[in-house]
């Protein structure tokens, strides 16, 4: 069983906005960290930000200001509220325990156009 499902990517211009969720399965997701991560084209999946249980967040240098982690335990949601989006931020993303242990999901894709 695959335990995270990513959606709400889609097409934007840059410096537009778009908030990804993540609904998550399991009976200790409020005891994990848990991070979103991106695969660009030809490049390795790497985390943008993540997020404790009690809410604390560390986030890339690359989205730092623009990206925002949130979570609600009692919906064992994740959330990603990105603004001014670039080109370079187009990519795969997913959300998977932090650092990663469980298996990926199959992401949703971000599309910023310039």
């Known amino acids: 069983q695959v335990p995270f499902v990513e959606s709400g990517g889609g097409l934007v211009q840059a410096g537009g906005s778009l908030r990804l969720s993540c609904a998550a399965s399991?009976?200790?997701?409020?005891?994990?960290?848990i991070g979103w991560y991106r695969q660009a084209p030809g490049k390795q999946r790497a985390w943008v930000a993540y997020?404790?249980?009690?809410?604390?967040?560390n986030y890339a240098g690359s989205v730092q200001g623009r990206f925002t982690i949130s979570r609600d335990n009692a919906k064992k949601s994740v959330y990603l509220q990105m603004n001014s989006l670039k080109p370079d931020d187009t990519a795969v993303y997913y959300c998977?325990?932090?650092?990663?242990?469980?298996?990926w999901g199959q992401g949703t894709q971000v599309t910023v156009s310039s």
């Open positions: 399991g009976s200790t997701f409020s005891r994990n960290a």
């Open positions: 998977n325990t932090f650092p990663q242990q469980g298996s």
């Open positions: 997020i404790y249980s009690a809410g604390i967040a």
